[in-house]
């Protein structure tokens, strides 16, 4: 499925952590906490996620999730 979370580089297992059957990690630099725009106002592109902890947040999403800013695997790769 094109645009989805599965065929994105940006869709991973996050280190340390047990994934669901069907969630990974989003890693796309859109997805942004408090932490990350202290001295610049974030972009209209960008998703501002707050999180009660000092660590950087983290999306999860299913395989089958659509996102306009789908980065796509290289040819031939699949995850």
């Known amino acids: 499925m094109k645009g989805?979370?599965?065929?994105c580089k940006n869709w991973s297992i996050s280190e340390g952590w047990e994934p669901y059957k069907y969630h990974r990690a989003c890693k796309c630099k859109l997805f942004l906490n408090e932490?990350?725009?202290?001295d610049e106002e974030p972009s209209s592109e960008t998703v501002l996620i707050e999180d009660d902890y000092d660590?950087?947040?983290?999306?999860y999403s299913g395989a089958?999730?659509?996102c306009i800013?789908?980065?796509p695997l290289?040819?031939?790769?699949?995850?």
Not at 35 to 38: E, G, I, K, L, M
Not at 74 to 79: Q, R
Request: net charge negative; with cysteine; glycine share 8%.
């Open 55 to 59: 660590s950087r947040a983290e999306v």
């Open 69 to 71: 800013h789908h980065d």
């Open 35 to 38: 932490n990350d725009f202290r």
């Open 4 to 7: 989805r979370c599965s065929t």
């Open 74 to 79: 290289p040819e031939g790769e699949t995850k």
């Open 64 to 66: 089958d999730f659509g």
